[in-house]
């Protein structure tokens, strides 16, 4: 998996949009962008995928420029419970001769105050 | 939604004893996998099995380290004599083989080796 660069910590407040920006300038043709989710004492958790241009679900959105060499995941109006370490991974399908392994960073711990 | 379940969900142990974390992936997921977590640290892959095999490991997964599938449903990491560095979160995953999407992690077993 292609090795990647994001912030290792972030401060936010309760209702602000919170962009966390991942840099991933060797990504291969065939990798996705994946950012996992991981909160105190439990194990990560998918939050959003994509490939290029912007992905949006129920809970980001996920913004990636033309190049590619980077992946905005954007968070609407976090609150208190998004409180969580953030992890950017970068890799392609999992195929019948990958094991499937994850590589995790040291992610974005991000903390939203009152 | 379904669901990894790990037991227990604390262990303590002796350093030099044995335990047995065990584990219940989602019911039609095919590779299965070991990640730990030291206590501040990022998420490590151990261990990879597919087909009633090891397909990888890493370096962490020395002779101490085993997986068993011994039925079915139970997917079981023992630690043959642990170490106090063996003390950290142990991370239960599954996958359906979709792609780096496609993983689901439990919620750990914190083992505390004294």
């Known amino acids: 998996l292609a090795k990647t660069t994001q912030p290792i910590s972030m401060d936010s407040y309760e209702g602000q949009e919170v962009n966390i920006t991942c840099s991933h300038n060797?990504?291969?043709?065939?990798?996705?962008i994946t950012w996992y989710q991981q909160f105190p004492s439990q194990g990560p958790r998918f939050i959003i995928q994509g490939y290029k241009t912007k992905v949006t679900n129920e809970v980001a959105s996920l913004f990636i420029p033309a190049d590619r060499k980077s992946s905005t995941l954007s968070l609407p109006r976090v609150s208190l419970s998004d409180t969580a370490v953030y992890y950017c991974l970068v890799g392609d399908k999992i195929g019948s001769s990958n094991t499937g392994k994850l590589i995790f960073g040291q992610g974005t711990t991000l903390q939203v105050k009152p | 939604e379904p669901e990894v379940t790990q037991t227990p969900s604390h262990q303590v142990t002796q350093m030099g004893q044995e335990v047995i974390l065990r584990c219940v992936p989602i019911s039609n997921h095919l590779y299965f996998y070991w990640y730990r977590q030291i206590l501040g640290q990022k998420v490590e892959f151990l261990v990879s099995f597919y087909n009633n095999e090891i397909s990888e490991k890493s370096e962490i997964f020395d002779d101490q380290f085993s997986v068993e599938r011994p039925d079915g449903s139970n997917f079981t990491l023992k630690i043959r004599s642990t170490k106090l560095e063996d003390s950290a979160m142990y991370f239960c995953a599954s996958s359906s083989g979709g792609g780096v999407r496609g993983y689901t992690f439990g919620s750990g077993t914190r083992l505390t080796v004294v």
């Open positions: 060797n990504i291969a043709t065939n990798d996705y």
